[in-house]
């Protein structure tokens, strides 16, 4: 019998998130964006939400003996180049997963400590928040906080609302490699993105604040730089084409709902020249971009 033939696969990226049935944010972000940058996705489900383009309306959090059980039949199966995590749902789904990814300290793990949906419903709470930060930051690789979520996660306590800078200080000291702070819910005219590392800021990117409200944009930011970790680039240059990829997802983003704006990650595959160009024109009524998830 002829030998069997052996055909090259694209990197995978395993994913850990809640459901967003609207295709907006969430797991079904993540595999949309990690499909669309060249991996094979695969997915373990976190939590179940009722949901749509408006916000959260049910959030139920898998058992995390089901969590692990998904993560550990796939990880027996095939090799994963970048871990993507995403809304947990419990204490015990995140004592569960960073059991899990301890197993893996030469995978790059990138965390969107993900708080809230983009209408503001809230899907991690401070206890899940402290337990993310003591079991999880110290096996990322990077993570992914906007402003509110960097304040937070940093557990400011002393009455004043640190900086941003500061709070980067101390999520590094707390064990992550890199935090990425976002500027989308910052008072600014442009949105800037700073990357810092244990020596201080490795580079600061800054956008131009698209009109209209999104939801998605950060679930697509980090899962694209889990895309581009996979895929090889070191992590100030995966940081850069994420955000160039995030950007332009927004850019070419519709709104087919009747809340948020979606993140159109397909949209390279594009050629109708009638198709919507971008959110600018179409979201004219709505408030500026400020949400990130």
Request: charged share 15%.
């Given at each position: 019998m002829p030998a069997e033939t052996v055909h090259a696969f694209p990197p995978i990226v395993l994913t850990f998130a809640a459901t967003d049935p609207s295709g907006g944010g969430g797991l079904q972000a993540d595999i949309l964006t990690l499909a669309s940058m060249g991996c094979?996705?695969?997915?373990?489900?976190?939590?179940?939400?009722?949901?749509?383009t408006l916000g959260a309306d049910g959030f139920f959090a898998l058992?995390?003996?089901?969590?692990?059980?998904q993560a550990r039949c796939l990880l027996e199966d095939m090799p994963v180049d970048a871990f993507k995590i995403g809304a947990l749902g419990s204490v015990e789904n995140v004592a569960a997963i960073a059991e899990i990814i301890a197993d893996y300290p030469e995978v790059p793990l990138v965390l969107d400590p993900v708080h809230a949906s983009g209408r503001g419903d809230e899907t991690a709470g401070d206890e899940i928040m402290h337990v993310v930060r003591e079991l999880l930051l110290p096996h990322a690789t990077i993570i992914t906080p906007n402003g509110m979520e960097a304040r937070r996660l940093a557990e400011a306590d002393d009455g004043d609302e640190p900086t941003?800078?500061?709070c980067a200080e101390r999520l590094l000291e707390s064990g992550a490699g890199h935090v990425l702070i976002t500027g989308t819910h910052e008072a600014t005219v442009e949105i800037v993105n700073t990357l810092y590392g244990p020596g201080g800021i490795v580079r600061s990117d800054s956008w131009q604040r698209l009109p209209g409200s999104f939801h998605g944009s950060g679930c697509t930011l980090a899962s694209a730089i889990a895309?581009?970790?996979?895929?090889?680039?070191?992590?100030p240059e995966a940081v850069r084409e994420a955000q160039e990829y995030t950007w332009q997802t927004l850019q070419k983003?519709?709104?087919?709902?009747?809340?948020?704006?979606?993140?159109?990650?397909?949209?390279?595959?594009r050629e109708d020249p009638e198709a919507p160009a971008d959110a600018a024109a179409a979201a004219a009524r709505a408030p500026d971009a400020r949400s990130s998830h």
């Open positions: 094979h996705p695969l997915s373990v489900v976190t939590a179940i939400t009722v949901q749509d058992e995390a003996e089901w969590v692990a059980d941003l800078a500061v895309a581009m970790l996979a895929n090889g680039l070191d992590l983003a519709y709104r087919p709902g009747m809340g948020h704006f979606l993140p159109d990650r397909l949209f390279w595959a």
